[in-house]
């Protein structure tokens, strides 16, 4: 599967911003998809994902009350709603997907499959 990350831009402290990760190729339903984002000098880290079968979501501290994960597997395509960001939130957004296991890992090694990234920068 190839994924392709979108939606990323420069916004303001509070505001809102919809990230959106398209996957071409089949069985697209079959995948755990997370996001995972890198601010500078930092290590990847996981932000929030989904599983593959009963669309259940997990999510990170940081992720917690502001942000949300969807799908849609008629569109191939799974959403990242983050809402009253924060400075600390600027990173690339990468979106990622995994099909050997149902609970989407919270360790970037778990993934074969990455989009190319997408820039988010909240400014003060």
């Known amino acids: 599967v190839q994924l392709q990350a979108s939606g990323g831009g420069l916004v303001q402290t509070g505001d809102s911003l919809r990230l959106s990760c398209t996957a071409s190729?089949?069985?697209?339903?079959?995948?755990?998809i997370s996001w995972f984002r890198q601010a500078p000098g930092k290590e990847r880290e996981f932000v929030l994902g989904?599983?593959?079968?009963?669309?259940?979501?997990y999510y990170s501290d940081s992720a917690k009350g502001r942000f949300a994960i969807s799908r849609d597997n008629a569109k191939n395509t799974v959403f990242l709603e983050m809402n009253a960001l924060k400075p600390e939130d600027t990173a690339v957004y990468y979106c990622a997907a995994d099909r050997t296991v149902a609970t989407p890992s919270s360790s970037a090694s778990g993934y074969y499959y990455w989009g190319q990234g997408t820039l988010v920068t909240v400014s003060s």
């Open positions: 190729g089949s069985a697209f339903g079959t995948y755990s």
């Open positions: 989904i599983s593959r079968n009963t669309g259940t979501t």
